[in-house]
């Protein structure tokens, strides 16, 4: 092994990538896997394409169809 310690393998840093994602790592985390991410082109891709992912959800989560589904539900909760 070189003399670049590596803290996460690729399969746990594309796990890390997602929850970081999602807020669910703390800050020690976080850190370690922008670190690997640094260094990782294939990772980082990796990161770039769930980046894509994330914004089209956003794009269809603001769509008329899925305001529709949020009232919907709303209104649902309301009637318990
Ligand atoms: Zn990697």
Same mark, same amino acid.
């Given at each position: 092994? &070189? &003399?670049?310690?590596?803290?996460?393998?690729?399969?746990?840093?594309? *796990?890390?990538? !997602?929850? #970081?994602?999602?807020?669910?790592?703390?800050?020690?985390?976080? @850190?370690?896997?922008?670190?690997? *991410?640094?260094?990782?082109?294939?990772?980082? =891709?990796?990161?770039?394409? *769930? #980046?894509?992912?994330?914004?089209?959800?956003? =794009? *269809?989560?603001? !769509? @008329?169809? =899925?305001?529709?589904?949020? @009232?919907?539900?709303?209104?649902? @909760?309301?009637?318990?």
């Amino acid at each position: 092994m &070189g &003399g670049d310690p590596a803290p996460f393998a690729c399969a746990s840093a594309e *796990l890390w990538a !997602s929850r #970081l994602l999602d807020g669910r790592i703390g800050i020690a985390e976080a @850190e370690a896997v922008w670190t690997h *991410l640094a260094r990782c082109p294939s990772c980082a =891709a990796f990161l770039s394409d *769930l #980046l894509r992912i994330r914004d089209r959800l956003q =794009a *269809l989560a603001r !769509s @008329e169809a =899925a305001k529709r589904y949020l @009232e919907a539900e709303d209104r649902l @909760e309301e009637r318990d």
